[in-house]
């Protein structure tokens, strides 16, 4: 388990979803699913053009099944979560020992220039 923390931005992207389901699931992919380093050979996930080492993004696919949303993945599936480790002072901050920052949160037109 991750244990995610979320950047003022990335607060910003999830709001502007308006999607209440779908928010629900990106905040418990993040918290659930996220690892650092991005797994290697999954096409879901990778690193950051230009940042690779330091900055990953992950499609909005589960690798589990959430009960009670009435939600097609296809549409969880159009965003994607740009996040890094913490640094330390995040970490000891965060109350809760997050070791990933969730940076953003983009819908796929926005997403596609930052993959690497």
Known sequence: MSRATWSDMAYVDLEEIGNTAIQRRLLALAEDELIFPPRERNADEGWVKGHEGA????????????????????ELANYYIVYQRTTDKEYRQSGVHATIMVIRVLHVSLFEGIRG
Not at 55 to 74: E, H, N, P, T, Y
């Open 55 to 74: 900055k990953a993004w992950r499609r909005a696919i589960s690798q589990k099944r959430f009960c009670g949303d009435f939600l097609d993945d296809d």
